[in-house]
């Protein structure tokens, strides 16, 4: 079976449900399934006659809407293969932005691309200055009269996913049909996902967990799904909720930074007038989990009905289609104490709370149907002890084959087996897995290993540290590899930042055992960002180095702070 035949299916067995857009509190717009898979044929259609061949790449740059549902099955019914692009966001530089839309255009030899009339006439002028022979069509006027579905395999390419590029350039992970259906079959069993579901995503529909965790998972499913363009929740988060209170959602997830956002933002007189009692399970993904914010979330919506058991913290990645691993649902968060310095080195050491050289690591589960997980040591060896750190590999039904036009990151991704590297670092205990940080986000200092999001953790829950605001980089200097901290805040005072500084060098050193070597304040936003919003650590050291060269007049730095290695 492929997309398209699923797509059918579900419009076939006339459930009533289909997809609806919510701008601010209200609902914009509606398609039923049968609808949707009546679209997707004339889309499908009118990119034939434009001389879309099955098997091309066709990029789609659209906001989050109905259009994008059709653009995207449309490709698909033509038996081409969608490329989704992140539109203009306000968490993205342009410059990043069309960085990105030149990487895909590039190695997916893209020569279509789905957008609408305003955003056409950005893009069209600045990605035809690179030579490349492409279109920029509006999906508005793309549709034929008549409808058209092509055959293609089960193992033929269905969609090109590029990675969020956090810690390198972004690269285009190749999914077909069937790795997509298996890992939506595999999220619907660890889920329990069903027709009588009710699905809100407020998510970037061109990122994995907005794509196949919300809009694929469920209208395969033929579960109303709720859409929200991320900039409505951005603005406000409690329009989420009241979405969630009036439409009756049962399944939803973000990211760790947005149930922040939603803590900070939605007061408790707010929360008196939402009912959150249908919300069965949440997903929290994408970022590191925080155990303790979920705790704060839990109590500060409970008057709203919310469950401490709707927390459902995921394991996943684009190079697994989406999800790897998903805990049993209707229980409690399971987490565990852990010594930092001896996780630096790859040995578990369990503690508790009260020790101040401990971190607090949440089960994201064990792995779903059709997927296995291994842990491999630093020597290549299979790890089977619970009390060893190792990096996550991943194989299965579910699991990429290679990246785009990139046989060297395939092979070096790929191994014996279709044994695929993760990058990230975990360990079991009882059989579940507990992620504690990414390989090549390691920062090392005078021989010792620490996480770069440790050190951003106790920097950014700071006061006057903005929210998610903080980046760690080791920077050589001429003694040797200092480490610094960016931190964003808007703070103007000049005693206030200088006070700002010393709490951001005693939190780290005092927690962590390492004492920055610089921190360097810069305005709110100025951190660099991927176009999902997350931190951009690939590139952290000549982003920081700009910066410290920069004239004191300059934009981006308004002030460092040197300090002594202890």
């Avoid at 033509?78 to 990105?100: C, N």
């Avoid at 992970?173 to 890992?183: E, M, Q």
């Avoid at 409970?302 to 684009?318: D, E, I, N, S």
């Avoid at 503690?351 to 842990?375: A, K």
């Amino acid at each position: 079976m492929t997309l398209t035949a699923a797509l059918r299916d579900v419009a076939e067995r006339g459930t009533g449900h289909g997809v609806r857009l919510f701008r601010g509190d209200r609902e914009r717009e509606r398609a039923g399934f049968d609808e949707l898979y009546a679209q997707a044929g004339r889309v499908a259609c009118g990119l034939l006659e434009r001389g879309v061949r099955p098997g091309e790449r066709v990029a789609i740059a659209l906001p989050t809407s109905i259009d994008f549902a059709r653009a995207l099955f449309g490709v698909l019914a033509a038996g081409a293969v969608p490329v989704p692009v992140p539109p203009p966001a306000r968490f993205a530089s342009l410059e990043i932005h069309m960085r990105r839309i030149v990487i895909a255009m590039r190695q997916s030899k893209v020569r279509v691309v789905l957008s609408d009339a305003a955003l056409g006439s950005l893009l069209g002028p600045v990605l035809g200055g690179d030579g490349e022979e492409f279109r920029v069509l509006d999906i508005a006027a793309v549709p034929a009269s008549s409808a058209v579905y092509t055959d293609v395999g089960v193992d033929a390419p269905a969609l090109v996913q590029y990675t969020s590029g956090t810690s390198e350039d972004p690269k285009g992970v190749v999914l077909t049909h069937a790795n997509l259906l298996a890992n939506v079959e595999a999220i619907t069993k660890g889920i329990g996902l069903t027709d009588a579901d009710v699905g809100c995503c407020w998510l970037p529909l061109f990122h994995d967990m907005g794509l196949i965790g919300a809009l694929l998972s469920s209208v395969l499913a033929g579960a109303d799904t709720c859409l929200m363009p991320p900039e409505d929740f951005l603005r406000d988060p409690g329009r989420w909720l009241r979405v969630i209170s009036r439409q009756r959602v049962t399944l939803s997830a973000a990211p760790n930074s947005g149930y922040l956002h939603a803590l900070r933002k939605v007061p408790a007189e707010a929360v008196r007038e939402l009912d959150l009692s249908s919300w069965r399970l949440t997903l929290n993904g994408a970022e590191p989990v925080d155990a303790e914010l979920m705790r704060r979330f839990c109590a500060h919506f409970a008057p709203a009905g919310f469950r401490r058991t709707a927390f459902l913290p995921v394991y996943g990645l684009a190079e697994g289609s989406l999800a790897v691993t998903i805990p049993p649902t209707g229980r409690e968060v399971r987490s565990v104490w852990v010594r930092r310095d001896m996780l630096g080195e790859g040995i578990v050491e369990f503690g508790g709370p009260d020790s101040g050289h401990c971190r607090e690591i949440v089960s994201v589960g064990v792995p779903v149907t059709g997927t296995e997980v291994r842990l491999v040591g630093e020597g290549g060896g299979v790890l089977h002890s619970d009390a060893a750190v190792g990096e996550i590999h991943i194989r299965g039904a579910s699991v990429m084959r290679g990246y785009e036009a990139n046989e060297p990151a395939t092979r070096a991704t790929v191994g014996d087996g279709g044994w695929v590297s993760t990058g990230d670092l975990a360990f079991r205990k009882n059989g579940e897995l507990y992620v504690a940080g990414r390989k090549k986000e390691m920062i090392i200092v005078f021989g010792q290993n620490y996480y770069a999001s440790d050190i951003e953790s106790v920097a950014g829950r700071l006061p006057g540290v903005a929210h998610h605001g903080a980046l760690a980089a080791t920077v050589p200097f001429a003694d040797g590899d200092g480490l610094v901290v960016m931190v964003e805040t808007r703070e103007t005072e000049p005693y206030a930042r200088s006070e700002l500084v010393s709490r951001v060098r005693y939190a780290v050193s005092s927690e962590l055992g390492i004492t920055p070597r610089e921190v360097l304040l810069v305005r709110k936003g100025r951190l660099p960002r991927t176009s999902s919003g997350k931190l951009l650590r690939h590139g952290a050291r000549a982003v920081y180095e700009q910066w410290a060269s920069a004239s004191p007049d300059a934009e981006q730095p308004l002030t460092t702070d040197q300090a002594t290695v202890e």
